[in-house]
Nanobody, 121 residues
Framework: QVQLVESGGGLVQAGGSLRVSCVATGNIFAINTMGWYRQAPGKQRELVASISSGNSTNYGDSVKGRFTSSRDNAKNTVYLQMNSLKPEDTAVYYC???????????????WGQGTQVTVSS
């Protein structure tokens, strides 16, 4: 069974930094894109960052220049380094991975359980 587990969320002051991690475990044949979405109260889920298997990245406009995503393919892990955090970054951050769970199978999106990031003013 494929699972994605996030870690590293928490409470920080504005201007601070956090690094969250997400590891994919279970029956995984190959991972295409990994990344992060977030959802704040009263807001739609929005893309934070995505990173391809070749390390090509894409960021949401609100986090460009402040957040950096990276991955360790050997560990099936994706990271999100969050710097210069603002109160408006407060949200539940969800990790995702687009992956094959068996050889020659289709790609599906799998999601983590989410980790709360709260930025105080």
């Amino acid at each position: 069974q494929v699972q994605l587990v996030e870690s590293g969320g928490g409470l920080v002051q504005a201007g601070g930094s956090l690094r969250v991690s997400c590891v994919a475990t279970g029956n995984i044949f190959a991972i295409n894109t990994m990344g992060w979405y977030r959802q704040a109260p009263g807001k739609q889920r929005e893309l934070v960052a995505s990173i391809s298997s070749g390390n090509s990245t894409n960021y949401g406009d609100s986090v460009k220049g402040r957040f950096t995503s990276s991955r360790d393919n050997a560990k099936n892990t994706v990271y999100l380094q969050m710097n210069s955090l603002k109160p408006e970054d407060t949200a539940v951050y969800y990790c995702y991975a687009n992956l094959q769970y068996k050889r020659a199978g289709p790609f599906f999106n799998y999601w983590g359980q989410g980790t709360q990031v709260t930025v105080s003013s």
